[in-house]
């Protein structure tokens, strides 16, 4: 089977009312079996596709992910900072989380734990 | 461009794999920054992958009117970039919280959902493995789904990139959707 030869005949396929695409892809692959049917799969799947692939997937962030944790957390980081330590803040993926503990390390340099609410 | 992205796209259009390399690890931590600075505004719940990749071209090129096979170029890296971003956040998705117990380390690679469209994170990796066979066979095919689904640029945008024909782009488009679809439902 020849990819190239598939593709041109999908594309000229396309140009075709859809009812006159089957008699004319057995003409033009007469003997081609392989080819006739990798192209009339091609057409099935574009033929149900629509809206397949035709959106740029997005990064969202989703009420109750890190941004609300990051928004409580953003006063306390810049108390500690101001207070002379060294934040680390981390921010929490998808998913209600509470501040529950700050450990203070040698050196202060406090590293921000979160825990799941309720846990 | 900025002088030293203008060098390794030159570099990369002359076949050197580490300029290609060097400028993707550029884009690359170039888009990552603008998503997390995106993501992290308070208005920002959304991040626009279109705008994303154009933002990144503004930061590190300079519109001079010159370069268009530079900007080709860029944009197909960005693209490139962008999907392994996404992909890669797919996978965390899948993945879940690492650490034990009730507390936890928490990532902040992880701290966006994300949205595929119709894709849920399991369908976007058996797209990209299914992507990556397509570039195997058929490479054109496979710059432009990454241009266009993880780029976000449009046919027309696309077309003017690569003097080519938006008929044309437009028949490449349906049959790289086409024969995507097949990998992810083999039983069209």
């Given amino acids: 089977m020849n990819r190239d030869r598939v593709g041109a005949l999908f594309a000229q396929a396309l140009d075709l009312p859809e009812a006159q695409r089957a008699d004319w892809l057995a003409e033009q692959c007469a003997g081609d079996e392989a080819t006739r049917a990798e192209v009339e799969r091609l057409l099935r799947a574009d033929a149900k596709a629509h809206d397949f692939i035709e959106r740029s997937p997005g990064l969202i962030a989703q009420a109750g992910s890190g941004f609300e944790l990051q928004a409580k957390l953003a006063p306390l980081k810049r108390s500690l900072e101001g207070g002379g330590f060294a934040v680390d803040a981390v921010v929490a993926p998808a998913g209600a989380c509470g501040v529950d503990d700050l450990i203070f390390r040698d050196g202060f340099d406090p590293r921000m734990l979160a825990s799941p609410a309720g846990g | ?188």
Avoid: C
């Fill in chain 2, 1 to 188: 461009m900025t002088d030293d992205v203008e060098t390794l796209i030159e570099a990369a259009r002359g076949g050197s794999a580490p300029a290609v390399q060097a400028l993707f690890a550029r884009v690359y931590d170039e888009l990552k920054i603008l998503a997390r600075k995106q993501l992290a505004g308070a208005a920002a719940s959304t991040l626009n992958t279109t705008a994303l990749v154009h933002e990144a071209y503004l930061k590190l090129a300079k519109s001079d009117g010159r370069g268009l096979h530079g900007r080709v170029h860029f944009f197909a890296l960005a693209a490139k970039a962008m999907r392994q971003i996404v992909i890669d956040h797919a996978r965390a998705r899948l993945t879940g919280k690492r650490g034990g117990g009730n507390v936890q380390w928490i990532d902040v690679e992880a701290a966006s959902d994300l949205s595929g469209g119709e894709l849920a994170p399991d369908e976007l990796l058996r797209l990209d493995s299914a992507l990556t066979r397509l570039g195997e066979d058929e490479p054109r095919l496979a710059q432009l789904v990454e241009m266009r689904f993880f780029g976000g640029l449009d046919l027309a945008e696309i077309a003017l990139l690569q003097a080519t024909s938006e008929r044309t782009l437009n028949r490449d488009w349906r049959r790289a959707k086409a024969q995507l679809y097949v990998h992810l439902h083999p039983d069209v």
